[in-house]
């Protein structure tokens, strides 16, 4: 079992930058592909970022490619969002996931354990 817990989010002016942080719980984190999916207000769940087991691979949604960067430090079982050039359309809670098989994916449905979430709201 795998426990997820995010923090960084909060309120933030367009342009600015903010930077999530995901802590995982358990020993095989490093065995894990990460990925990070959003939801706002009456949309459904959307992709934003995967990233491989040894980080050598990654994916972004369109939305944020060229502003999000997703990387992650095994040594301290932690993921991390880098977001950059937030705009109104980025307000959304946010949410970590984990992958136990390892291979990145766009797919929600494929990923076994999720976070709470955090709430990053972008001010116009």
């Known amino acids: 079992q795998v426990q997820l817990v995010e923090s960084g989010g909060g309120l933030v002016q367009a342009g600015g930058s903010l930077r999530l942080s995901c802590a995982a719980s358990g020993r095989f984190f490093s065995r894990y592909a990460m990925g990070w999916f959003r939801q706002a207000p009456g949309k459904e769940r959307e992709f934003v970022a995967t990233?491989?087991?040894?980080?050598?691979?990654?994916y972004y949604g369109d939305p944020v490619k060229g502003r999000f960067t997703i990387s992650r430090d095994n040594a301290k079982n932690t993921v991390y969002l880098q977001m950059t050039s937030l705009k109104p359309e980025d307000t959304a809670v946010y949410y970590c996931t984990a992958r136990a098989m390892g291979i990145p994916t766009i797919m929600s449905y494929e990923y076994d354990y999720w976070g709470q979430g955090t709430q990053v709201t972008v001010s116009s």
């Open positions: 990233i491989s087991r040894s980080a050598s691979t990654t």
